[in-house]
């Protein structure tokens, strides 16, 4: 029997994510092709077609979602535009793998996966850390009963993205601190707690007006467990990425969560001492197309789909409208 024919992807801009995120592990994915890619500037994308070792650079977006050879889009393209083109890949029959957060706000999250249903394809929020190891460990150590009933949980990712102009601080484009590296501490509460949280309170510092550079919240779940966060983009804490467990009999703490690929500690502390465990394994980018590539020749279900996104970005317009500010994409 001859090898299935390669799932051929197609790029929507040419982002600087773009080549960690999916063109070096298209590399190390038997099965993957990068095809194509598009750009609002044609040059743009030349060069990066050239760079990388793409083949077929497409005039528009609009062109690119009409070659019959692409079967999936990656849309790294800002966040006010993730629902637009998804919408629009979907409608022509291309599986979506769309960056986080899947959209500027929870009812076009919704509209996208009801397009997504119609259209019988797949779409996918690249939370790529769940693709990795770490996060299944994570899981398995709460669920063991390691660190007894959870009684609180935090998640913190703080970076230094001081670039004034940037995508992630304009308003008209769903920029914002909590959109940005908020979704992905969000993300990872819910992950750990295997629940949706309500928002009890929440703090933002502002870049401009809307704008959160920094942004705090805390949360309460249903069984009473509590959980915290913090994100920013300029802060006083210049690079913070990490998450806690607290239970009645012992405490979970990892650093670096997000990317462990790069590196990672995570410590168990408990009656008995505690110890540290590395989790070896490839880029978190790696197995998560490794795993969109299993859903849509085999079927596979994959954690961070529209049903999770559409929670996800629920919990992200309530830290907005708590801390009194509007979601994004709303006016």
Avoid at 35 to 51: G, N
Avoid at 79 to 93: M, P, Q, V, Y
Avoid at 189 to 211: C, D, I, K, N, Y
């Amino acid at each position: 029997m001859s090898d299935p024919a390669p799932l051929r992807i197609g790029i929507l801009g040419a982002a600087r994510i773009a080549p960690m995120a999916l063109v070096r592990p298209a590399r190390a994915v038997p099965g993957v092709t990068l095809l194509a890619v598009a750009a609002r500037d044609p040059e743009k994308a030349r060069a990066f077609a050239r760079k990388h070792g793409i083949p077929r650079v497409h005039p528009s977006y609009d062109a690119l979602l009409c070659d019959p050879e692409i079967d999936a889009v990656y849309n790294p393209l800002p966040n006010s535009l993730h629902c637009e083109w998804s919408i629009r890949a979907l409608r022509a029959g291309k599986h979506v793998l769309c960056e986080k957060p899947m959209a500027a706000n929870a009812a076009e999250a919704e509209r996208m996966a009801q397009a997504a249903a119609d259209a019988g394809r797949l779409l996918v929020e690249a939370f790529h850390y769940r693709y990795h190891p770490l996060a299944a460990r994570l899981r398995e150590l709460i669920e063991s009963g390691a660190l007894g009933r959870v009684q609180h949980l935090e998640a913190h990712m703080c970076v230094p993205f001081a670039i004034p102009g940037d995508i992630r601080y304009r308003l008209e484009l769903a920029g914002g601190a909590n959109m940005d590296v908020g979704c992905y501490v969000i993300n990872l509460l819910r992950f750990l707690a295997a629940a949706e949280p309500e928002v009890t309170r929440a703090e933002a510092r502002l870049s401009s007006p809307q704008v959160d550079r920094y942004m705090a919240a805390e949360f309460r779940f249903a069984d009473g467990r509590t959980a915290r966060m913090t994100c920013a983009l300029f802060s006083a804490s210049l690079l913070r990425m990490s998450a806690r467990v607290q239970g009645e009999r012992g405490e979970l703490r990892v650093f670096n969560p997000i990317a462990p690929h790069f590196f990672h500690r995570l410590k168990v502390i408990g009656p008995e001492g505690s110890r540290v465990e590395r989790i070896r394994g490839d880029s978190t980018y790696t197995y998560q197309l490794r795993a969109f590539l299993r859903a849509v020749r085999e079927g596979k279900p994959m954690p961070t789909d529209a049903t999770d996104a559409i929670a996800n970005m629920r919990v992200i317009d309530a830290v907005y409208e708590k801390a009194g500010l509007r979601p994004r994409g709303l006016r």
